[in-house]
């Protein structure tokens, strides 16, 4: 078998991306993905952290909801940012259910833990959304506007609003974003 510069390193880079594949794509254009999405159980403060999905579920066992971690490293000064929650382009989404709640947490989850605590770190409410499959939130009251931070890292929380609601989407596809 003959090995040439350019067979190796198509070799190397294929196996590579393999071992390592990418769940979640940080930053397109002027919008942040989230870096981390967490399932925060509810009953038992479980949190399982850096999952492909996002998932807020109330009513009829176990309740979750979604933790993100966003980098703002790179944000240009002065912006604004604008939470946007849109799961259109995934196929395999699910949304039983119409409104969130998004919080800020005091801190980014730190890791899977199964139990308390360190809790969910639920902190500052800053609005609720309508949300369907067809296309972006509508803001209820809040408006999940705030100025930018230029660096750090940060953490938030999507809670489901009612009784019984069941939102589950791949973060590859959709989900909570930021603009700026």
């Known amino acids: 078998m003959k090995f040439t510069l350019s067979s190796v390193l ?3 880079l294929s196996a590579s991306a393999l071992a390592a594949p990418t769940t979640h794509v940080p930053r397109t254009g002027s919008q942040l993905a989230p870096t981390v999405v967490s399932h925060y159980n509810t009953w038992t403060g479980a949190i399982d952290y850096d999952k492909p999905t996002g998932l807020v579920k109330k009513g009829g066992g176990p309740e979750y909801t979604s933790l993100f971690t966003f980098n703002f490293d790179g944000v240009p000064d002065g912006r604004t940012c604008n939470f946007v929650f849109d ?3 995934d196929q395999s989404a699910t949304v039983d259910g119409s409104q969130m709640t998004l919080f800020t947490s005091r801190n980014p989850a730190p890791g899977p833990t199964s139990g308390w605590p360190p809790g969910n770190q639920r902190y500052v409410e800053m609005g609720r959304m309508g949300v369907s499959k067809t296309g972006e939130n509508s803001w209820i009251y809040g408006s999940g506007s705030f100025p930018c931070p230029t660096s750090g890292q940060y953490g938030y929380e999507l809670v489901g609003a009612g009784d019984r609601l069941n939102i ?4 590859a ?7 700026y």
Not at 173 to 179: D, F, H, Y
């Open 173 to 179: 596809n959709g989900g909570l974003r930021i603009r």
């Open 10 to 12: 198509t070799a190397l």
């Open 87 to 89: 799961v259109s382009g």
């Open 168 to 171: 589950a989407w791949t973060d």
